[in-house]
C-alpha cells in the first residue's frame, strides 16, 4: 500500500497530527477538518483522544472509520499489556500486517504515554520520534518544521502544539484551527 501527498483520498489529506514532548510533558493535536476531495465535510471533527483508561493519548490521519478500528484495536492490546504501550503498538503493528482485514485500513496513529511517542503506521512501522516531536497528516511536515524551530525556545509542549498546528493551517487547505489538544505528565 503505498500513499503520497497527491493521493487524493490516500492517508495523507485530510488531518495534521502533531506531538511534542517536552520537560515531562507530551502533548498530542490535531485539526478538525475532514475533507473529501477538495470539499470540506466536517470542520470539528475529534481526532485525538484518551485511550487505556486515560493513561494513552493518540492522535489519527487518515480514513476516520478505519482510525477508530485501529483505536478499538489498540485499546485491546493495552488491556493485555497495561502500562506497556510500545509492547502493545508493536502487537497491534503485527496484526495491522498480516490481517488482510486490517491491511486495507488506510490510517495512520501518533500515541503516547508518559514515557514514550510512538509513530503507527499501516506497513507495520513503529517509529519513535525523533527529538520527542513528530507530525502526520497532510500538514504534519508544517507543523513539524514550526515545532521543531519552537522546542528549544519558552513555550511548554501544549503552547507548542498549538502554535505549530495554527502555523500548519495557514500553509495546508486541509488542515483548520478548530484544534483538540490532549497532554500528559507533569
Given at each position: 500500500m503505498s500513499h503520497t501527498p497527491s493521493d487524493a483520498g490516500?492517508?495523507?489529506h485530510g488531518t495534521t497530527i502533531l506531538t511534542v514532548r517536552k520537560d515531562g510533558t507530551v502533548a498530542i493535536g490535531g485539526d478538525g477538518q475532514v475533507s473529501i476531495g477538495q470539499?470540506?465535510?466536517k470542520a470539528n471533527a475529534r481526532k485525538v483522544r484518551r485511550l487505556g483508561k486515560s493513561e494513552v493519548i493518540g492522535g489519527f490521519a487518515g480514513a476516520?472509520?478505519?482510525a477508530f478500528t485501529?483505536?478499538?484495536r489498540l485499546e485491546s492490546k493495552l488491556e493485555q499489556y497495561p502500562g506497556q504501550l510500545l509492547r502493545a503498538a508493536v502487537e497491534l503493528a503485527k496484526d495491522w500486517r498480516t490481517d488482510r482485514y486490517l491491511r486495507r485500513l488506510?490510517?495512520?496513529m501518533i500515541v503516547a504515554d508518559k514515557e514514550v511517542s510512538l509513530v503507527l503506521t499501516g506497513t507495520g512501522d513503529v517509529l519513535e520520534p525523533e527529538g520527542g516531536v513528530m507530525g502526520?497528516?497532510?500538514g504534519g511536515?508544517?507543523?513539524l518544521a514550526a515545532a521543531r524551530a519552537l522546542i528549544d525556545g519558552p513555550l511548554d509542549a501544549e503552547a507548542i502544539v498549538r502554535r505549530s498546528l495554527d502555523i500548519a493551517a495557514d500553509i495546508c487547505v486541509y488542515t483548520n484551527r478548530n484544534v483538540t489538544?490532549?497532554?500528559l505528565g507533569t
Open positions: 490516500g492517508l495523507w470539499t470540506v465535510v476516520t472509520a478505519d485501529l483505536f478499538e488506510e490510517a495512520m502526520i497528516g497532510s511536515n508544517y507543523a489538544v490532549e497532554t
